[in-house]
């Protein structure tokens, strides 16, 4: 493609390529798995904004975000952010997202996840390690320590004022879980346990055992991988099983 015909295509809808460069049509007729990051989300995107074509904006959007990643995490907030992204584009996007997001956690549902913890960090690692902000998560589990809910409980900065005992109990129940992984990120830093971090956690794995709800672990997920509260300091988890 010369350069002439890339300077007409920011002024032309996709529609009205020629069929060999437009990516739903590309993909229909060599795979997805031939399709560039960005043509694959300017699919999603379907329209670009005045003067720009929607893989230009999608290019934009995944440098951005810090590729593919960063999209899973970023939030309506995030996305409405970008110039010429409405909430019709956001939907679809966020739909897309968290049928991946979904498909991950899938496995999660069927496994011992203390006795196969890879795919927990394996998807910690995609739903978490690009947000721009700290959470604080409930993992929930039954007696086989599978994953039978997860919820976001908190955003914002995560110590021991703003992580409510009683709402995590209360999750907890609602949930009727047998068991419960605590997870939170730092956005900015490594997976390492603050004093706060060691604080927050004996708090609530104490407040969780008066009710024989036992905590498992607290995961840290960093810039640089993940923190295992439980390996890191055994003793805050003494006597829970």
């Not at 700290?134 to 955003?155: D, G, T, W, Y």
Request: glycine share 6%; with cysteine; proline share 4%.
């Amino acid at each position: 493609m010369n350069t002439d015909n890339k300077l007409t295509k920011n002024h032309i809808h996709i529609k009205n390529w020629p069929e060999g460069d437009r990516p739903r049509e590309m993909l229909l007729e060599k795979g997805p798995e031939t399709l560039s990051d960005a043509a694959l989300l300017a699919i999603l995107l379907r329209t670009g904004r005045q003067g720009q074509n929607a893989i230009d904006l999608a290019r934009e959007m995944i440098g951005e975000f810090g590729g593919l990643n960063g999209l899973i995490s970023a939030t309506q907030e995030d996305l409405l952010g970008v110039k010429g992204v409405g909430k019709a584009k956001v939907a679809q996007i966020q739909a897309a997202m968290e049928i991946v997001k979904r498909q991950l956690r899938q496995p999660l549902y069927k496994i011992n996840i203390i006795e196969n913890p890879s795919d927990l960090f394996e998807y910690l690692k995609t739903s978490m390690s690009n947000l721009s902000r700290e959470e604080f998560r409930l993992l929930h589990l039954n007696r086989s320590k599978h994953l039978i809910a997860e919820q976001v409980l908190f955003r914002g900065t995560v110590d021991e004022s703003s992580i409510y005992t009683r709402e995590v109990i209360e999750s907890a129940l609602r949930k009727k879980a047998s068991a419960l992984i605590f997870v939170h990120n730092h956005p900015t830093g490594p997976a390492e346990a603050s004093q706060e971090d060691v604080e927050l956690t004996r708090s609530l794995v104490n407040a969780c055992r008066a009710v024989d709800i036992p905590v498992l672990d607290h995961v840290i997920v960093g810039n640089d991988g993940f923190l295992s509260m439980r390996q890191e300091r055994p003793e805050l988890f003494s006597g829970d099983a």
